[in-house]
C-alpha cells in the first residue's frame, strides 16, 4: 500500500496571505489527523476529519480550518498568515479511532512565511 | 500543560549497547502509547505501541515498558545501531474516550538520539 502522501513538500508564502495544504490518506484509511510542528512547541494537534466530519479540534485559532472529501483525501487552509505560522504540517491517517490502531504519517509540508 | 514528558533532550550511546529512552506523562486517562522515531524534514515514523492492559511490549530489537502506577513508559533498543539516530517521540491518547480524544495524539518533546560507531 501506497503511505500517506501530502502536497506540496514545500512552500513559501508572505505574510497575510493564505495557503492550502492536502493530504492523501492510505487507501482504506477513513481518519485524517493534522498536526503543527514547531521548534518551540513540538507537535501539537490541529483537528481530525472522519467521512468529511470534523470530529476534534485542537487549541488554534480560526484562521487554521480544514475539510475532507468523499475519498479521503484532506485539505487545510490557513488564513491570513502570520510570521509564526512556519512550521512542518503534518497529516496522519488511520482506518479508525478507538481501535488502538496506530496513525501512520505522511513527510509533512514545510511552510515557511515571509 | 505538558502531559506528555521527555526530560532528556538527547542521548548518546555507543553502537552495540542499550539505549533507553524515557517519557513521562500525567493525565492517567491515557490509555494507548505510541513511540514514533523521526528524521530530520520526514514525518515521524511509528516504532512500537503499548495498551494500558499490558506492562511490556517488544518487536525485534524494540521493546517498550509502562509502569502506570508511575505514569512512566520507557523504549529499549538492543543492540543500538548507527541508524537508530534520530529524534525519538513518545505520544499518548485515550483511545475509547470519543469527543475530544478522536484523532489526537499527546506527543512529549522528543529526544535527540545519537548512535556512535
Known amino acids: 500500500k501506497a503511505g500517506v502522501t501530502q502536497t506540496p513538500r514545500y512552500l513559501i508564502k508572505t505574510r497575510g496571505q493564505q495557503v492550502t495544504l492536502s493530504c492523501s490518506p492510505i487507501?482504506?484509511?477513513?481518519?485524517v489527523s493534522w498536526y503543527q510542528q514547531t521548534p518551540g512547541q513540538g507537535l501539537q494537534f490541529l483537528f481530525e476529519?472522519?467521512?468529511?466530519?470534523?470530529?476534534n479540534k485542537g487549541n488554534f485559532p480560526g484562521r487554521f480550518s480544514g475539510r475532507q472529501f468523499s475519498n479521503s483525501r484532506s485539505e487545510m487552509n490557513v488564513s491570513t498568515l502570520e510570521l509564526g505560522d512556519s512550521a512542518l504540517y503534518l497529516c496522519?491517517?488511520?482506518?479508525?479511532?478507538?481501535?488502538?490502531?496506530?496513525?501512520?504519517f505522511g513527510p509533512g509540508t514545510r511552510l515557511l512565511v515571509l | 500543560d505538558q502531559q506528555v514528558k521527555q526530560n532528556s533532550p538527547s542521548l548518546s550511546v555507543q553502537e552495540g549497547r542499550i539505549s533507553i529512552l524515557n517519557c513521562d506523562y500525567t493525565?492517567?486517562?491515557?490509555?494507548?502509547f505510541l513511540w514514533y522515531k523521526k528524521y530530520p524534514a520526514e514525518g515521524p515514523t511509528f516504532l512500537i505501541s503499548?495498551?494500558?492492559?499490558?506492562d511490556k511490549n517488544e518487536d525485534g530489537r524494540f521493546t517498550v515498558f509502562l509502569n502506570k502506577s508511575a505514569k512512566h513508559l520507557s523504549l529499549h533498543i538492543v543492540p543500538s545501531q548507527p541508524g537508530d539516530s534520530a529524534v525519538y517521540f513518545c505520544?499518548?491518547?485515550?483511545?475509547?474516550?470519543?469527543?475530544?480524544?478522536?484523532?489526537?495524539?499527546?506527543f512529549g518533546q522528543g529526544t535527540i538520539l545519537t548512535v556512535h560507531p
Open positions: 487507501s482504506g484509511h477513513r481518519s
Open positions: 496522519a491517517s488511520t482506518q479508525n479511532w478507538g481501535l488502538q490502531e496506530t496513525q501512520y
Open positions: 505520544a499518548a491518547t485515550r483511545e475509547n474516550a470519543g469527543g475530544t480524544s478522536y484523532g489526537k495524539l499527546t
Open positions: 503499548i495498551s494500558s492492559i499490558k
Open positions: 476529519y472522519f467521512s468529511e466530519t470534523q470530529r
Open positions: 493525565n492517567s486517562m491515557f490509555d494507548y
